[in-house]
């Protein structure tokens, strides 16, 4: 499969602390994005990295990747409640892939009080 | 939020009937994009579109079929629904190849 894998599956912080999670992937990309999911809701898109980036920020998040381990994370700083989350990397492959992304099963964030 | 909407958004319908989704974009995107969401397998392409009647295969498109007429529609047709296509379907829009994707809301499917 092509597909990003997510890494842990599960993640239990308190507000305040990082959460940081993990992406892998098999092929050659174009570029890596990542989505959140709050519960019963269609999917948000974070960040976009390219592959010829290292690192990309967005507000509290930030995105890296190293094409020579295939491999990105997500780190999130200071977490809050409202990041309860599912979170979902998608790399788009670089060749035959057309416009399509391929989800993982996503890391399920849980930010407690 | 992009201008996505999907109807309907729940529905249970019985075994070896036909059903149809609709997806609706007010955003004028090219390309327009299916997918199901299952426990354990998270986000999967069934069908996409990159235009008007232009179409595409995904990773899970047995027993489903696509239209897209106008550029603001795209319809998912299960042409005689069985209960492995219960599920959560969403649909997705992008504007360019490798863009980000916006995401519909998301229609809740049961096949009894």
């Known amino acids: 499969s092509q597909q990003g894998e997510e890494d842990p599956q599960a993640l239990s912080i308190q507000e305040g602390e990082n959460a940081t999670m993990n992406c892998s992937y098999k092929?050659?990309?174009?570029?890596l994005q990542w989505y959140r999911q709050n519960s019963g809701r269609g999917l948000v898109h974070l960040i976009l990295?390219?592959?010829?980036?290292r690192e990309k920020h967005s507000g509290r998040l930030r995105v890296t990747l190293d094409t020579s381990k295939k491999s990105s994370s997500l780190l999130i700083t200071a977490s809050r409640a409202a990041d309860t989350a599912s979170y979902f990397c998608a790399p788009r492959i670089l060749t035959g892939g057309g416009n399509k992304l391929t989800f993982g099963t996503g890391t399920q964030l849980k930010v407690e009080l | 939020d992009a201008g996505i909407t999907q109807s309907p958004r729940h529905k249970v319908t019985e075994t070896g009937t036909p059903v149809t989704l609709r997806c609706h974009q007010t955003?004028?995107?090219?390309?327009m994009y299916w997918y199901r969401q299952d426990p354990g397998h998270g986000l999967r392409l069934i069908h996409y579109?990159?235009?008007?009647?232009?179409?595409d295969k995904g990773e899970v498109s047995d027993g489903y079929s696509v239209s897209r007429s106008k550029t603001e529609d795209f319809l998912l047709t299960l042409e005689s629904a069985t209960s492995s296509q219960t599920s959560v379907y969403f649909c997705?829009?992008?504007?360019?190849?490798?863009?980000?994707?916006?995401f519909g809301p998301g229609t809740r499917l049961t096949v009894t």
């Open positions: 997705a829009i992008s504007d360019g190849v490798g863009d980000e994707q916006y």
């Open positions: 092929t050659s990309i174009n570029n």
């Open positions: 990295i390219r592959s010829n980036e």
């Open positions: 955003e004028n995107h090219r390309y």
């Open positions: 579109s990159y235009g008007v009647k232009d179409t």
